[in-house]
């Protein structure tokens, strides 16, 4: 971790778990079944899983494929958002939240960029591992704490709809799977 990123670090402390679990829990009761934002939710959960799935690798083998395997959700998941959920929140007056979002994914990007460079079995690659980590879980607390409750409360039926489609399209094209009929 950079000198930059302690200093960050310490001076935005994160939410409480229990902030992040109620936050959670808010978006999932207004998340319709099959609908954007619970595939949304439930990509956040695949990540989290990954997260602890590249902690947990015993070898550097096993933690490169499982950094390569969260990677891919987590690049599948933040193509569909930014293609799809972003431009709705600028149009639906989020543009702050807009900005912001995709500010923070094409960091979350380069820092995964930079942890392909550490040693996977180092302290440094846990750090890394950890700051990048914390930084997405402030992310995922910001969208589901409310930017994404307030899409949900402005978008009309018919877009709802279509941000389900395109949401479900632009992941399965990244992951290449079949999108849903």
Do not use: C
């Not at 550097?60 to 431009?87: C, D, F, M, N, W």
Request: aromatic share 6%; hydrophobic share 40%.
């Amino acid at each position: 971790m950079t000198i930059v990123d302690k200093v960050i670090a310490a001076v935005t402390p994160p939410e409480s778990d229990k902030a992040r679990a109620e936050a959670r829990s808010k978006a999932r009761a207004a998340a319709a079944p099959g609908g954007w934002l619970s595939m949304v939710l439930d990509h956040h959960l695949q990540i989290e899983q990954g997260f602890e799935a590249v902690r947990q690798a015993g070898d550097a083998a096993s933690r490169i494929a499982a950094q390569k395997k969260l990677a891919q959700v987590l690049t599948g998941h933040s193509l569909a958002e930014e293609i799809v959920l972003y431009p709705a929140l600028a149009l639906n007056g989020e543009k702050a939240h807009s900005t912001k979002a995709y500010t923070e994914q094409s960091t979350t990007k380069v820092q995964f960029a930079a942890l392909e460079q550490i040693d996977p079995m180092s302290q440094d690659y846990l750090d890394k591992l950890e700051h990048i980590h914390g930084a997405l879980l402030h992310h995922v607390y910001e969208e589901e704490g409310n930017w994404y409750l307030d899409l949900q409360e402005k978008a009309d039926a018919p877009t709802q709809g279509r941000l389900t489609a395109r949401f479900d399209e632009e992941f399965n094209r990244y992951m290449g799977t079949a999108a849903r009929g």
